[in-house]
T-cell receptor, first 111, second 116 residues
Framework: QKEVEQDPGPLSVPEGAIVSLNCTYS??????FMWYRQYSRKGPELLMY????GNKEDGRFTAQVDKSSKYISLFIRDSQPSDSATYLC???????????FGAGTILRVKS | DTEVTQTPKHLVMGMTNKKSLKCEQH?????MYWYKQKAKKPPELMFV???????INESVPSRFSPECPNSSLLNLHLHALQPEDSALYLC???????????????FGEGSRLTVL
C-alpha cells in the first residue's frame, strides 16, 4: 500500500463548479499535509498546508483533514479555467521535511 | 514568481558529458532538496541538505552528485547519465528545526534535462 493514495483523474468540470480533490494516507505519524498545484512544465506551488483535523480556508480554497478516516480533501469553489492544473497532495513523513506525494490529480475546468 | 531560482531551465546532454544544475534561494531556509519528476508522475525525493550537510540520499546512483557550497546554493553535478535519467529536476527549500519541520517546501521552476 502506498503511503499516500490519490486518483490521477483527469477530472473535468465546467467553470463555476465546486471541485473536490481527495487523498488517503496510511501512516498516522507526523500529521502535516500539503496541497501543491503544478501547471504544465512548471514546478509545484504550495497552495495549502494543514495540521491536524478540521478545515482551513484561503479564498476559494478549503483544505480538510479527517484523521479518523485518514482522508484529506481540497475544495475549490467557483472554479476557473486558470485552476486547470495538476493538484498534488503530500504528507510530511518525519523530521527533516521528508514529503511523500500522491500521484496528482489532473483538473480541467472548461469555460 | 518563485523565490527558488534554478538554472539552466533546459539542458540537453550526451551520455559522456559532465554538466551541473544550479539552485539558489534567499529566503533564509536551511534545508534544500533535489527532486526528480518524470512526465505525469509525482516528484520523487533524491537528496536533502540540512544546514549544508547531506542528510538524506534516497539511494540515488553515483552519476548524480549533489553539492551545497553554502546555505543559499545547491548544485547537482551530472556525469555519465543514461537516457532514462531524462526528467524535470526540481530544487526546493524550506525552514528547518524547532517545530518548523512541517513539509512546507518551496519549489523552483525546474531544470528540464534530456539525455541523448
Amino acid at each position: 500500500q502506498k503511503e499516500v493514495e490519490q486518483d490521477p483523474g483527469p477530472l473535468s468540470v465546467p467553470e463555476g463548479a465546486i471541485v473536490s480533490l481527495n487523498c488517503t494516507y496510511s501512516n498516522s505519524a507526523f500529521q502535516y499535509f500539503m496541497w501543491y498545484r503544478q501547471y504544465s512544465r512548471k514546478g509545484p506551488e504550495l497552495l495549502m498546508y494543514t495540521y491536524s483535523s478540521g478545515n482551513k480556508e484561503d479564498g476559494r480554497f478549503t483544505a480538510q483533514v479527517d484523521k479518523s478516516s485518514k482522508y484529506i480533501s481540497l475544495f475549490i469553489r467557483d472554479s476557473q479555467p486558470s485552476d486547470s492544473a495538476t493538484y498534488l497532495c503530500a504528507k510530511c513523513m518525519e523530521y527533516g521535511n521528508k514529503l511523500v506525494f500522491g500521484a496528482g490529480t489532473i483538473l480541467r475546468v472548461k469555460s | 514568481d518563485t523565490e527558488v531560482t534554478q538554472t539552466p531551465k533546459h539542458l540537453v546532454m550526451g551520455m559522456t558529458n559532465k554538466k551541473s544544475l544550479k539552485c539558489e534561494q534567499h529566503m533564509g531556509h536551511r534545508a534544500m532538496y533535489w527532486y526528480k519528476q518524470k512526465a505525469k508522475k509525482p516528484p520523487e525525493l533524491m537528496f536533502v541538505y540540512s544546514y549544508e550537510k547531506l542528510s538524506i540520499n534516497e539511494s540515488v546512483p553515483s552519476r548524480f552528485s549533489p553539492e551545497c557550497p553554502n546555505s543559499s546554493l545547491l548544485n547537482l553535478h551530472l556525469h555519465a547519465l543514461q537516457p532514462e535519467d531524462s526528467a524535470l529536476y526540481l530544487c526546493a527549500s524550506s525552514h528547518l528545526g524547532r517545530g518548523r519541520d512541517t513539509g512546507e517546501l518551496f519549489f523552483g521552476e525546474g531544470s528540464r534535462l534530456t539525455v541523448l
